[in-house]
């Protein structure tokens, strides 16, 4: 049974660039959250995505978007990208209707910014 | 506004010696927090705990939180070299329906020396 995967797991970009990090859930799951990890900082949430809509969002500028498809997996989009977007990016999935569940992580994607 | 702070910011300790991490929260519709372990990339799940006064235990790490005073508490004993780690704290908010949105600590880094 894969678990979370993400790619790429390491990204170059420039300044002003735009990005598209992918992520594929746990199977069985439905939910696909994104967080933001800086370095030395605990992960920041920037949306979760179920039924193919956005349903929370964190306090990130509307540069982050994202999408899920039906089969559940989603992209992480970044437009006009900053030096301060540097980080470890993770996916999340989880399972809804769940009171309590724990999420599960992937790998990240280590996106520099220069 | 909601946060999750946890202390000390970083540890080392001798193997062998028992470590406590603290993780204190003030957050809206609390649902469950829960406790990952971060060595490289993606945080792996320790415990969620949602009722106060009840200890998680596994192997060397047990885990207990008091709703009342809003923290919790990772022990553990006997520590190995390979406890070394950064460990955060995070507690799921939200309401009911898909899963919630996790706010995380900035973590604890725990350095075991031989």
């Known amino acids: 049974d894969a678990g979370v995967t993400q790619s790429p797991t390491h990204l170059i970009k420039t300044r002003g660039q735009q990005v598209t990090l992918r992520c594929s859930p746990k199977s069985g799951h439905d939910t696909v959250s994104w967080y933001q990890q800086a370095l030395g900082q605990g992960p920041q949430f920037i949306f979760q995505y179920y039924e193919e809509e956005e349903r929370q969002r964190g306090n990130f500028p509307d540069r982050f978007s994202g999408h899920q498809f039906p089969n559940y997996s989603s992209e992480l989009n970044v437009n006009a990208l900053l030096l301060g977007d540097s980080a470890l990016y993770l996916c999340?999935?989880?399972?809804?209707?769940?009171?309590?569940?724990?999420?599960?992580f992937g790998q990240g994607t280590r996106l520099t910014v220069v | 506004e909601d946060k999750v702070v946890q202390s000390p910011l970083s540890l080392v300790v001798h193997e062998g010696d028992t470590v406590t991490l603290n993780c204190s929260y003030e957050?809206?519709?609390?649902?469950?927090l829960l406790w990952y372990k971060q060595e490289k990339k993606a945080p792996t799940f320790l415990f969620m705990l949602?009722?106060?006064?009840i200890e998680k235990k596994s192997g060397r790490l047990s885990s207990i939180l008091d709703k009342k005073e809003l923290f919790s508490i990772l022990n553990i004993t006997a520590t190995q070299t390979g406890d070394s780690a950064i460990y955060l704290c995070?507690?799921?908010?939200?309401?009911?329906?898909?899963?919630?949105?996790?706010?995380f600590g900035t973590g604890t880094l725990l350095a075991v020396q031989p």
């Open positions: 999340a999935s989880s399972l809804s209707g769940t009171a309590g569940t724990e999420a599960f």
């Open positions: 957050v809206t519709n609390f649902r469950s």
């Open positions: 995070a507690v799921e908010a939200g309401h009911g329906g898909a899963t919630n949105k996790l706010i």
């Open positions: 949602t009722s106060s006064g």
